[in-house]
């Protein structure tokens, strides 16, 4: 790992820990607090060892950490809202959040925060806090900021191919011949992959969303304005889905052939990617951290880069249309919501928050003042790839229309439909969720 170290960030976390003292005391002198999340692989210590100073700053508390499967966790969460039996303090997903917010899962913070004197924003980035609150109503603590995709390369494998590794591309088709010139192939056996371009997109796969990601890239919207009515059944999303398909088959042989050599997940193809079998991979700024503990001797060869817009349209510019933010929120029917808010502070909003995230060595900190230390080849591309994020407006029912787009992708990367009948089957449908629940 290079010695040189850029800050990302600039005060100390100090100050913001000081003014986040709780003003509770437990009514148990034993009172659990159950921790429902998805802090799983090497995440799970680095959270215990938060949690553990917490206890140890809160002695009348203890925390149960319940690790839960991202694909799991909303089932498991939907059984325990309708049965009361719910944890203190919950995990959302990107996606998801609006939904549970709209079903009034989870119980508003702004009393506890008047309450507490908390100073929102000087504690966490505006974005952050704005994609909490549903309504006029905050309903939980940031744990990240919206982060988009990133291309992260091989520049060994680029070099081999005659691509300039300081050079990565900027548009679809400068990424598609960089595709093609690093995939080494006879007939359907790939040796060498370029890259997958739609990562977890299989249905149910997680709640990355690449259809979302290449129509930012390609000046398209999702919803309109007011996430009311579609807006992807457009000349943008269609171009998009004949890309996506197009890529995949002109350099993989299809979408389906990379899946079944490669995998289709991040945890699938992260392997491949370091053991030099994909010169590119489709992954978030939070792959430095997780490459630094799987594969070290990667830190060095590898570097980043922001997805690349559509070129040949003019209105295309370099930005990921983000719905909905990840956090942690306290359930309505918590058994023992002080210790819960308690808890949320010191994991969301001060010293233990800063401290997860510097041991991650992640950079999508909601914090205003924590810092975190990143190797300064990948500073310009972690600061870019944050600056694109643009905040919607997401429906109580985007998870729904997350996994309808989901469906469509899937089924034309599979050649199952045509790119002009899968947008049109999915427009009607999100038509009909959004006339639903809106």
């Not at 203890?62 to 325990?80: C, G, I, K």
């Not at 690449?210 to 009515?229: M, P």
């Not at 249309?321 to 918590?334: E, F, N, Q, V």
Request: proline share 6%; with cysteine; charged share 20%.
């Amino acid at each position: 790992m290079p010695k040189s170290r850029m800050k990302f960030g600039a005060l100390s976390v100090a100050a913001a820990a000081i003014g986040l003292a709780a003003t509770m005391t437990p009514t148990n002198a034993a009172e659990k607090i159950v921790f429902w999340n998805n802090w799983d692989g090497s995440r799970a210590p680095q959270l215990r060892s938060v949690l553990d100073q917490f206890e140890k700053q809160n002695p009348g508390y203890t925390v149960e950490n319940v690790t839960l499967s991202s694909d799991t966790t909303a089932q498991r969460m939907l059984t325990a809202v309708a049965s009361g039996d719910v944890p203190d303090l919950y995990m959302t997903q990107a996606n998801d959040f609006p939904k549970w917010a709209g079903l009034g899962a989870f119980r508003p913070l702004d009393d506890l925060v008047a309450r507490d004197g908390l100073k929102l924003d000087e504690i966490f980035f505006s974005g952050g806090i704005e994609g909490s609150r549903y309504g006029d109503k905050l309903i939980q603590f940031p744990f990240k900021v919206p982060t988009s995709l990133m291309i992260w390369y091989n520049k060994d494998l680029f070099e081999k191919a005659g691509l300039d590794p300081d050079r990565p591309p900027k548009t679809w088709k400068e990424l598609e011949d960089a595709a093609a010139k690093t995939t080494i192939r006879d007939g359907a056996v790939i040796s060498q992959l370029g890259l997958n371009i739609c990562l977890n997109c299989a249905t149910g796969s997680g709640s990355e969303n690449a259809f979302i990601e290449w129509l930012s890239r390609n000046g398209g919207e999702v919803l309109t304005a007011d996430a009311k009515d579609v807006a992807f059944d457009s000349p943008e999303g269609l171009d998009t889905l004949k890309w996506m398909q197009g890529f995949s088959n002109r350099t993989a042989g299809s979408w389906q052939n990379a899946v079944r050599q490669f995998g289709s997940t991040f945890k699938d193809q992260r392997p491949s990617f370091y053991m030099g079998k994909m010169a590119m991979i489709m992954d978030g700024p939070f792959l430095y951290n997780i490459m630094a503990k799987d594969a070290p001797q990667m830190l060095d060869k590898v570097g980043a880069f922001v997805a690349p817009i559509n070129g040949d349209n003019k209105d295309a510019t370099q930005r990921y249309l983000a719905y909905g933010t990840p956090g942690y929120a306290i359930p309505a029917k918590a058994k023992h919501p002080e210790g819960a808010w308690k808890l949320l502070k010191f994991i969301a909003a001060g010293e233990g928050a800063c401290q997860f995230f510097t041991m991650q060595q992640r950079v999508d900190t909601p914090l205003r003042n924590c810092k975190v230390d990143v190797p300064p080849q990948f500073v310009a591309a972690f600061k870019a790839n944050g600056d694109l994020v643009q905040s919607r407006q997401a429906p109580s029912s985007f998870q729904q229309i997350h996994v309808r787009l989901q469906q469509m992708q899937e089924a034309v990367l599979l050649g199952k439909e045509t790119p002009e009948a899968a947008l049109k089957s999915a427009a009607t449908d999100v038509k009909a969720i959004l006339a639903r629940t809106n």
